[in-house]
């Protein structure tokens, strides 16, 4: 271990999601909006929820369980786990010492990590902090996991359609499928109150809409520009959208991201000469003398560059979206959840060697900007074929999931909200369409002490 590791980044990735969703053209009729204000306007087909049968823990048991069984890793081979999220039901327990309980039957308690809390952001530093460690005096020699889960729900209103609930656990070690660009990521990180959650009693979030979208704008912008730079400096090279065959956000919903894409070609229109504009970007010349800080909400910027990147944004981060669209926003997974989305899309062969942008965000805020390579051995038994053959559960899942009229499911969440930190307190929703190996929660006693059960696995020892 005296040398680098090589080739240090994804192995494995494992997703849960919930077994029951809103229909978004339900939810349209059913609030009174205009019939496309969510399916069109955001870009939302359903959105998974949870009952008071699941919570952050739950969920985070349900994915790294599911993971260890699914890809036959044993505890003693995991070295650090570290937890993404926003979703706090402890001031001081992390959620990682809850998953340890599945690691001490094993004998295995030298793990190292905890949890990891900046918004959508969590999952990204989770990630970061296990390639360091991997990459790092301090490794051992064994696997790291990552993992992002959430609970995002809203307060009845214009936000509530962007709810979703997910976690996700990545294996991170070397001689990776998916291997993390090393030494040109970029970061940005400011003080700024566009989302953030003061009610330590209430799930709900305060949201300044047009400021959360200003700030995730310019942290793309800012984020983008650094890694271009960094990527000049380091390897002598140019970067613009044409360097990368698809590039990943983070969603709060899905129109955004499409928005994003095209603010990268707005980023890449800025960056070169008035003379390189007429060759390159002929149809938009007009907008010549536009400065990037202007431009958050000039519509007809937005158009322009909407109409003027749509095969671009066809090609490259649509197929990233089919999780999101599904199952809704899901913070800090949520960007993960587009990658998985990306590899269950795609062919092996489609991925081999492909280079991946993605772009990070967590309000309050934080921002990372970074790469993955995609290996080249796409062969029968290679890590990359493994990875998204073991992937290959999700859309049945996704098809398997129960349907909730929009009138349950603004009743569970007033339930969710009425007993949010109760103590004692019993759960009453039903499991009887829970998917197999979900964890649960059973009750929490008088010392706010939360107890868990498992729905069995099927015989083979996942779904």
Sequence with gaps: MSSWPEDVGILALEIVFPSQYVDQTELEQFDGVSAGKYTIGLGQQKMGFCSDREDINSLCLTVVQKLLERHNIKPSEIGRLEVGTETIIDKSKSVKTVLMQLFEPYGVTDIEGIDTTNACYGGTAALFNSIAWVESSAWNGRFALAVAGDIAVYA????????????????????????????????????????????????????????????????????????????????????????????????????????????????????????????????????????????????????????????????????????????????????????????????????????????????????????????????????????????????????QRQKIEPQKFESTLELRQKTCHSAPYEPNGSIENFFPGTYYLTKIDEQHRRFYDRIPVLTNGHV
């Design 156 to 399: 009845k209103g214009a936000a509530r359609p962007t709810g979703g609930v997910g976690a996700i656990a990545m294996l991170v070690g070397p001689n990776a499928p998916l291997i993390f660009d090393r030494g040109i990521r970029a970061t940005y990180v400011r003080h700024t109150y566009d989302f953030y959650k003061p009610d330590l009693t209430s799930e709900y979030p305060v949201v300044d809409g047009k400021l959360s979208i200003q700030c995730y704008l310019n942290a793309l912008d800012q984020c983008y520009q650094q890694y271009c730079k960094n990527v000049s400096k380091k390897l002598n090279s140019e970067v613009d959208i044409s360097s990368f065959d698809a590039v990943i956000f983070h969603s709060p919903y899905g129109k955004l991201v499409q928005k994003s894409l095209a603010r990268l070609v707005l980023n890449d229109y800025v960056r070169t000469t008035k003379e390189q504009r007429t060759q390159k970007f002929s149809e938009l010349i007009k907008f010549n003398n536009i400065k990037l800080e202007d431009s958050y909400f000039d519509r007809d910027v937005e158009k322009a560059f909407l109409n003027y990147s749509k095969e671009i944004f066809d090609k490259k981060t649509s197929p990233s979206l089919l999780i999101a669209s599904q199952v809704g926003n899901m913070y800090t997974p949520s960007l993960y959840g587009g990658l998985v989305s990306l590899l269950i899309n795609k062919k092996v062969s489609e991925l081999a060697g492909k280079k991946i942008a993605m772009f990070s965000y967590g309000s309050g805020l934080a921002a990372s900007f970074f790469s993955i390579t995609v290996t080249h051995n796409c062969g029968p038994s290679s890590p990359l074929q493994k990875l998204v053959s073991n992937l290959s559960y999700i859309k049945p899942l996704l098809e």
